[in-house]
């Protein structure tokens, strides 16, 4: 589910107002996961994403545990071909030997690579909850902070 919800909006095919998939609660379940103290901790990158920055990425983002291998396993193709020069045809070929990657899905990742690959490795990379809050958390943010951006976004959905 989450990488077909990935494929799709690499795609551009989604819909303008998509209905969010996000389990707020699972999200504060893996933002407590994170370490209570960020030796990184850096004010001025909580400082530097607004909400409206950070939230779009929480709310779309999928927490189906088994999708995530997979969606690893499309990254490093996707990070291997940006590394190795090989682009689309790279990423096509070694596409072809995940085989939890529907033939659909591989056409639609390997027309966002042949797009632009750059843009598309970010966009996988963040549709993964757990690498998305790793990675806020890695440049920077604290805990304390992620855990705001949650409150917020469970918050606004609260009142649609």
Known sequence: MC???CVITVSGTAAADPISPQCWACLQRLASELPAVNPQEDPSYEQGLTPGSVLPALANCSLDDGEIPTLQQVIKVFTDAQV???GPAYVREH????PKVSAEDRAKLVDGATKDLDTTLR???DHNCRLL???HFGEGASRKWVLQMIEIGQKSRETY
Do not use: E, F, K, R
């Open 3 to 5: 990488l077909t919800v």
């Open 84 to 86: 190795a020069g090989g």
């Open 95 to 98: 596409l072809a030997s995940l």
């Open 123 to 125: 966009h996988l990379v």
């Open 133 to 135: 809050l790793q990675s």
